[in-house]
Nanobody, 125 residues
C-alpha cells in the first residue's frame, strides 16, 4: 500500500502563488506515474498535471504555463507550483499515484490506484 498526504493548500488572492506538496510513504517502489487532480462540487475530478517515471509531463490546458509539477524520488515527494492563480482554480486538490505501468503516457486516461485526502485551494477574486 501507498499513503499520500497533501499539504500547502490555503486561501490566496487572484494572481498569487501556492505550492502544494505530497509526501508518499509505504510501498514507494511500486509507484509509477503520479499526478495532481482537482475537483469542485458538482463537477468531475480532472487531471491537472501528471509526471511519468521517465519524466514525461502532462498539463491540463487550463493550467499550462502557470503550474509546474515536479517529483523528488529521493524525498518521495511530489510538488505542484501554482502561479498566477485564478478564481477558477479554486478546488480540492488531490495527489494520486498508480502502480500500473503506462510507459511514458501521462494524461486523462490514467487510472490511479492511490489517493490522498486532498488539500483545499481557494482563490479569491
Amino acid at each position: 500500500q501507498v499513503q499520500l498526504v497533501e499539504s500547502g493548500g490555503g486561501l490566496v488572492q487572484a494572481g498569487g502563488s501556492l505550492r502544494l506538496s505530497c509526501a508518499a510513504s509505504g510501498s514507494i517502489r511500486s509507484i509509477n506515474t503520479m499526478g495532481w487532480y482537482r475537483q469542485v462540487p458538482g463537477k468531475e475530478r480532472e487531471l491537472v498535471a501528471g509526471i511519468s517515471p521517465g519524466g514525461s509531463i502532462y498539463y491540463a490546458d487550463s493550467v499550462q504555463g502557470r503550474f509546474t509539477i515536479s517529483r523528488d524520488k529521493a524525498k518521495n515527494e511530489l510538488t505542484l507550483q501554482m502561479n498566477s492563480l485564478k478564481a477558477e482554480d479554486t478546488a480540492m486538490y488531490y495527489c494520486a499515484a498508480t502502480s500500473s505501468y503506462y510507459s511514458d503516457y501521462v494524461g486523462p486516461r490514467l487510472s490511479m490506484d492511490f489517493w490522498g485526502k486532498g488539500t483545499l485551494v481557494t482563490v479569491s477574486s
